[in-house]
């Protein structure tokens, strides 16, 4: 497809969450971005001109800049368009005077979601990580490790007992960020999962991962190598 070169190129690789969740970002925000397909072992010559540290997602806009760290390509699409207001904008444009919205939901800011994607992304990251490889390797300490990761997924679940996402009753940036990561924390030790004591949250995961959006999202796309083909993505 030779669509256009007025339109931003996203390197993705299909299972990877951080690149997971920028596609999911940008579906959201209802634009259309070139998508490049890759796998690991074999990374574009133009992603690595375009990024030299060579992770995905890379996006390249049409002006040529490049951003290339998960979170900003999502800040990026939503800052463009927003139509499910994912960024909680209409909360800060409410009254000072009243701290809940109309649903008598506290208001949430960008600055309040952000931090919860950073207390995940740096704290709960690494010991899904840890837990991951205790597993994969058969390690004495796989129990250990799950139990770091559920102090992340008990709050999670508090939150989820309070309203349908999150932040309120209301999809914010920060459900979007953090479903990857919950997804791969599921299916570490799949029959344990399914025991534990966290409904709201695997009712919250299960939502995602059964939903048309994560079906396009998660669709599987030519290699772009393959053939240098562009794939038309979001429309």
Known sequence: MNKTNALPILYS??????AMRARIAIFKSQQTILLRDLVLSNKPDEMLVASPKATVPVLVL???SVIDESLEVMLWALNETDP???????????SNDNNFDINNEPKNTLTEILSLINEFDHGFKTCLEQYKCAKRYRENNVVERRV???QYIEKLEQRLTKHAFLMSNQESLADIALLPFIRQFARVERQ???QTPY?????WLNNY???KMFSKVMAKQPLW???HEDVLFGE
Request: overall charge positive; aromatic content about 10%; charged content about 20%.
């Open 13 to 18: 690789l299909r299972n990877c969450p951080y």
């Open 62 to 64: 049409v002006n040529g």
């Open 84 to 94: 499910n207001d994912l960024l909680h904008q209409q909360f800060d444009k409410a």
């Open 148 to 150: 770091a990761c559920q």
């Open 192 to 194: 344990w999962y399914l």
């Open 199 to 203: 409904p709201k949250l695997r009712q």
């Open 209 to 211: 991962l059964q939903s």
């Open 225 to 227: 190598l393959d053939n």
